[in-house]
């Protein structure tokens, strides 16, 4: 697995920034659910606050909205432990570069829904961080400098 991680370097050698911005975004989104967790994330529920409940885009409304406020609200600290795990495992999918395509579905899922919904995503500059994870999930951003390579060696299928 290790011969594999460094011959990952020579054959895909053109997508090593690629692969930079991934270990980057994943030491950021580990630290930021340690971060969380240090603060006291945990003990206010935060998330059923921050639900943006009065503006939003016109797609963020509608039965799926209403089930989503339902949800968040009632059961909001099963809910900050999904967000933080999910945060987590994509964090970690991303620094190791293994899963990648998976763990950048879970992270263009939690980008949009955090987009649409809360009013604390309110930058514009968050609508990216989606493009950034389709982004990933299109070029297989875990071949290089990671761990999917090895896997795409061996079995060659759609999710390496």
């Known amino acids: 697995m290790i011969a594999s991680f460094l011959e990952s370097i020579r054959y895909v050698g053109h997508m090593w920034p690629l692969a930079l911005v991934r270990i980057f975004l994943g030491v950021q989104a580990v630290s930021k659910v340690f971060e969380r967790v240090g603060t006291g994330y945990l003990d206010h529920p935060y998330i059923s ?59 263009m899922v939690l980008s949009l829904h955090i987009y649409l919904y809360f009013e604390f995503a309110s930058s514009p500059g968050q609508i990216y961080l989606f493009y950034i994870h389709v982004l990933f999930c299109l070029l297989g951003a ?18 390496w």
């Open 142 to 159: 875990g071949r290089c400098l990671g761990l999917d390579f090895y896997f795409y060696k061996s079995r060659r299928g759609l999710l």
């Open 49 to 107: 606050e921050r639900l943006n409940l009065t503006e939003g885009p016109q797609i963020a409304f509608g039965i799926y909205f209403e089930i989503f406020k339902s949800l968040i609200q009632s059961q909001w600290l099963l809910m900050t432990y999904i967000l933080l795990a999910l945060e987590l495992i994509v964090g970690v999918s991303y620094i190791l570069g293994l899963g990648v395509r998976i763990a950048s579905l879970i992270g």
